[in-house]
């Protein structure tokens, strides 16, 4: 298999100052993109700001010979994140690539977070995700070649207690990769996402110290490379750690269908046991695959048939 390079390729890496970020960053520059190191240099729960690491990468990448430029938007703040897309295109006249890892915690139960904290998360890792590729997305589509990658969590794919605000936006990072995997298509933009579990300033507290080597951000940074290659996949969701790699999928069951006097919530829950058995169990194109499903079975249980 040929080598997976990136030259003449130009990537924003957004939360790029440290931990995975900087990783990619590295990872992408080592192989010839050249790269904007986005980072607000906040601490662990967006309080603060300096420059300071996001220059220091940029320092890095420059030592090794690479071509790389500083930035510390708010990716939460539109006209931060446009600025930063300017400066870009005045660099390099273009970009390929759109590596969304910038976030923050601000961990609590349900009971006792407060909205605004919420809201917070929520726009850090949603919104600036958002904002960093629907500014790129113009550019891609009329170059004809774009790839973004998103960055999700096992928190957001199967829940973790006390951050209902982070899972709650980790989440919606699958969706906003559906929905962009298919507007993208015509325009040879690919689109993935990440969900890594690695040790860095984030959740340095969750692991053993014996476990920071094992799941270091350097054992993920090649499946994003691969998910932001020529050859890259659309819509995968990637999981990542101490290099395992493996996907995540959304199934839906076969189900049952009622109808008439039978449709009430005392038959639902009387077989709910074939509501949920797994077997023959389907994975969804898209959301009109659904209906088309559900109509099709409404339609057999009449004895009717759907030309669809």
């Not at 990872?27 to 010839?32: D, Q």
């Not at 969750?206 to 490379?225: C, K, Q, R, S, V």
């Not at 790699?245 to 829950?269: M, S």
């Amino acid at each position: 298999m040929s080598e997976i390079r990136f030259d003449g390729r130009v990537a924003i890496v957004t939360g790029a100052g440290v931990g995975l970020g900087r990783s990619h960053a590295l990872g992408l520059a080592a192989r010839g993109a050249k790269v904007v190191v986005n980072d607000l240099g906040v601490s662990r729960d967006g309080t603060g700001s300096t420059s300071a690491a996001s220059e220091a990468v940029v320092a890095e990448i420059k030592a090794m010979g690479g071509e790389a430029i500083a930035h510390g938007c708010d990716v939460s703040d539109e006209d931060g994140v446009n600025h930063m897309i300017a400066q870009t295109m005045d660099a390099w006249g273009r970009i390929d690539i759109c590596v969304n890892n910038a976030g923050i915690l601000m961990d609590k139960t349900f009971a006792k977070m407060e909205m605004s904290a919420f809201r917070k998360v929520v726009d850090v890792h949603l919104i600036g995700s958002a904002n960093v590729a629907h500014a790129c997305w113009p550019i891609m589509r009329e170059q004809q070649y774009g790839r973004v990658v998103f960055t999700a969590s096992s928190s957001g794919l199967y829940g973790n207690f006390g951050q209902a605000n982070y899972g709650a936006a980790k989440a919606a990072m699958m969706g906003l990769m559906n929905v962009l995997h298919m507007e993208g298509a015509r325009d040879n933009i690919r689109v993935n996402t990440l969900a890594p579990t690695a040790v860095t300033r984030m959740t340095e507290e969750l692991f053993p110290p014996e476990a920071a080597e094992m799941l270091a951000p350097e054992t993920i940074t090649p499946g994003l490379l691969y998910l932001v290659s020529e050859d890259a996949p659309s819509q995968v969701i990637m999981g990542a750690g101490g290099g395992s790699f493996a996907q995540t999928r959304v199934y839906e069951t076969q189900g049952i269908t009622l109808t008439g006097v039978e449709n009430t919530p005392e038959e639902v829950a009387a077989k709910f046991d074939q509501i949920t058995d797994p077997i023959n169990q389907q994975e969804m194109a898209d959301a009109f695959s659904q209906t088309k499903k559900y109509a099709l079975n409404a339609a057999k249980a009449r004895g009717l048939k759907l030309d669809w």
